[in-house]
C-alpha cells in the first residue's frame, strides 16, 4: 500500500520534471499544487499539461510565441470581453494592454489540475501599475489579483477552447479606477 501510494504521489512529478525539460528557455511556471487526473496515460497527461503550461507561460511572461505554439488561429474564447478581438489576435491584444498598464507583470500558478483533454489553473497575477490603463496613469500601485482558466485540448495538443474569470474587481480597486462606495 505504501510504495502505491508514493507512486502515485511520484508518477506526476516525476512527469512534470520531464515536461519542464523540454523548454530549454525557462519559462514555464512551476505550479505550486498540481493535480493529475488518475487513470490518465502518460501521452495523455503529457498533452494537457504541456498546453497548461505553454498557455500559463504566455500569460507570465507575455512572450507572443507561448501563445502562438499553444492556440491556433481559431481558438475559441468562451468568455470573450467586450471590445476584444476573438481568436489568437484578442488574447494577444489583452496580454499587450494589460502589460501597457502593468509593465512587470507576472502569473503564478497557484493550482493546475490536469484531465484528459483539459487543464484548469488558479492563476495569481502580480505586479506594479505604472504604466496607463485607459484614460488613468499608474502611480506604482501594487497589484495582485486572481483568475480562473479552463481550457480544452485538442487531439493534436492545441489549445482549442478556453473558459476565463478574473477578479476584475479587485484589479480596478487596486488601480484606483474604480471606487466603492
Not at 502515485?8 to 498540481?34: E, N, R, T
Not at 498598464?101 to 500558478?109: G, I, N, R, T, Y
Request: aromatic share 10%.
Amino acid at each position: 500500500m505504501r510504495n502505491k501510494l508514493a507512486a502515485l504521489v511520484m508518477a506526476p512529478l516525476f512527469l512534470f520534471a520531464s515536461m519542464s525539460v523540454c523548454f530549454a528557455d525557462g519559462d514555464l511556471p512551476q505550479p505550486k499544487k498540481l493535480q493529475i487526473a488518475e487513470g490518465l496515460s502518460k501521452e495523455e497527461a503529457a498533452k494537457s499539461l504541456n498546453a497548461g503550461l505553454t498557455i500559463f507561460a504566455f500569460w507570465n511572461s507575455g512572450d507572443e510565441k507561448f501563445a502562438k505554439d499553444i492556440l491556433p488561429e481559431n481558438f475559441i474564447d468562451r468568455n470573450l470581453p467586450e471590445g476584444r478581438p476573438p481568436g489568437l489576435k484578442g488574447v494577444l491584444w489583452a496580454s499587450k494592454g494589460f502589460r501597457t498598464a502593468v509593465p512587470d507583470l507576472k502569473c503564478s500558478v497557484e493550482e493546475m489540475y490536469v484531465m484528459k483533454g483539459r487543464v484548469m489553473g488558479r492563476l495569481l497575477f502580480t505586479g506594479t501599475f505604472t504604466g496607463t490603463f485607459g484614460e488613468h496613469k499608474g502611480k506604482g500601485q501594487k497589484i495582485s489579483f486572481q483568475a480562473v482558466d479552463i481550457y480544452n485540448v485538442g487531439d493534436d495538443g492545441k489549445i482549442i477552447d478556453g473558459w476565463h474569470l478574473e477578479d476584475y474587481l479587485t484589479l480596478f480597486k487596486q488601480m484606483g479606477t474604480v471606487e466603492m462606495k
